[in-house]
C-alpha cells in the first residue's frame, strides 16, 4: 500500500467538494492538516469504542468552522462536511491502525513541507508531491 495514495484520495475527496473548495481555495497544507486531523479522530473514535463518521465529521466541521471564522456554517456546507466524512470513513474503514498512523504521519509531513516552502528538506527523505 502507497501511503501517498491514500493521503492522495483523502485529500481529493475534500477537495471534490465544489463548497468546501471555496472555502480551502488552493492552499493545500489546508486539505492536508485536514486529513491529519480527521485520521487523528478516526483513530481516537476507534480507541474509546465511539462512532468514527461522528469524531470525524466533528474534526472537519472544526477546521472548516476556523477558516470561515466570521459566520456559523451554513446547510450546504454542513452537507458537504457530512458526505465527506462519510466518504473518509468508507475509504479508512479497512486499514490496519499502522497504516492509519502511517498515513497520518504522512499527511502531516506534507502539511508542513507545503507551510515551510522548502521542498529540498524534505526531498532529501524521500518526499515529493
Same mark, same amino acid.
Given at each position: !500500500? @502507497?501511503?501517498?495514495?491514500v493521503?492522495?484520495r483523502?485529500?481529493?475527496? +475534500?477537495?471534490?467538494e465544489?463548497?468546501?473548495?471555496?472555502?480551502v481555495?488552493?492552499?493545500?497544507?489546508?486539505?492536508?492538516?485536514?486529513?491529519?486531523?480527521a *485520521?487523528?479522530?478516526y483513530?481516537?473514535?476507534?480507541?474509546?469504542?465511539?462512532?468514527?463518521?461522528?469524531?470525524?465529521?466533528? @474534526?472537519l *466541521?472544526?477546521n472548516?468552522? @476556523?477558516?470561515?471564522?466570521?459566520? #456559523? #456554517?451554513?446547510a450546504?456546507?454542513?452537507?458537504?462536511?457530512n458526505?465527506?466524512a462519510r466518504? !473518509?470513513?468508507r475509504e479508512?474503514?479497512? +486499514?490496519?491502525?499502522?497504516? *492509519?498512523?502511517?498515513?497520518?504521519?504522512?499527511?502531516?509531513?506534507?502539511?508542513?513541507?507545503?507551510r515551510?516552502?522548502?521542498?529540498?528538506?524534505?526531498?532529501?527523505?524521500? !518526499?515529493?508531491?
Amino acid at each position: !500500500m @502507497s501511503y501517498k495514495r491514500v493521503a492522495k484520495r483523502l485529500t481529493n475527496i +475534500l477537495s471534490s467538494e465544489s463548497v468546501i473548495k471555496e472555502i480551502v481555495k488552493n492552499k493545500w497544507h489546508h486539505y492536508y492538516l485536514m486529513v491529519f486531523q480527521a *485520521l487523528k479522530a478516526y483513530v481516537r473514535a476507534i480507541d474509546t469504542n465511539q462512532d468514527t463518521f461522528i469524531m470525524v465529521k466533528s @474534526s472537519l *466541521l472544526k477546521n472548516i468552522t @476556523s477558516l470561515i471564522r466570521e459566520r #456559523p #456554517p451554513t446547510a450546504q456546507e454542513l452537507n458537504a462536511i457530512n458526505r465527506v466524512a462519510r466518504n !473518509m470513513v468508507r475509504e479508512l474503514k479497512n +486499514l490496519k491502525r499502522r497504516d *492509519l498512523e502511517n498515513i497520518a504521519i504522512y499527511s502531516r509531513l506534507y502539511n508542513l513541507m507545503l507551510r515551510s516552502g522548502n521542498k529540498e528538506r524534505f526531498r532529501s527523505i524521500g !518526499m515529493e508531491l
